[in-house]
Nanobody, 124 residues
Framework: QVQLVESGGGWVQPGGSLRLSCAAS????????MGWYRQTPGKERELVAI???????AYAEPVQGRFTISRDNAKNTVYLQMNRLKPEDPAVYYC??????????????????WGQGTPVTVSS
């Protein structure tokens, strides 16, 4: 079965940067897309970015222009580069994976696996 392990979270000042990593193992050949969610205190869990097996990416409006999702197929790893972090960005960030044939969009992405999460703190 697919296993996902996130890392890279931590503390950063507003305007700073962090890079989150998600290492996948197990039945990774069945994955057709991966996405990053975040659970912000006081808010519902939010899907912030996805990347498909074909390399297409999509972002939620609050992070467009600041966050970049990418992949390293040789390492079976997906990254979330977060730049110009804002005080409203702190959350626990979760890596997820979708199996299947149909490639999703941001609106219809439905994950089948998830990781344990990595916390991000943004403060002065």
């Amino acid at each position: 079965q697919v296993q996902l392990v996130e890392s890279g979270g931590g503390w950063v000042q507003p305007g700073g940067s962090l890079r989150l990593s998600c290492a996948a193992s197990g039945g990774i050949c069945s994955i057709n897309a991966m996405g990053w969610y975040r659970q912000t205190p006081g808010k519902e869990r939010e899907l912030v970015a996805i990347i498909t097996s074909g390399g297409s990416t999509a972002y939620a409006e609050p992070v467009q222009g600041r966050f970049t999702i990418s992949r390293d197929n040789a390492k079976n790893t997906v990254y979330l580069q977060m730049n110009r972090l804002k005080p409203e960005d702190p959350a626990v960030y979760y890596c997820t994976a979708q199996e299947g044939i149909r490639l999703p969009t941001l609106r219809d992405y439905a994950y089948d696996h998830w990781g344990q999460g990595t916390p991000v703190t943004v403060s002065s």
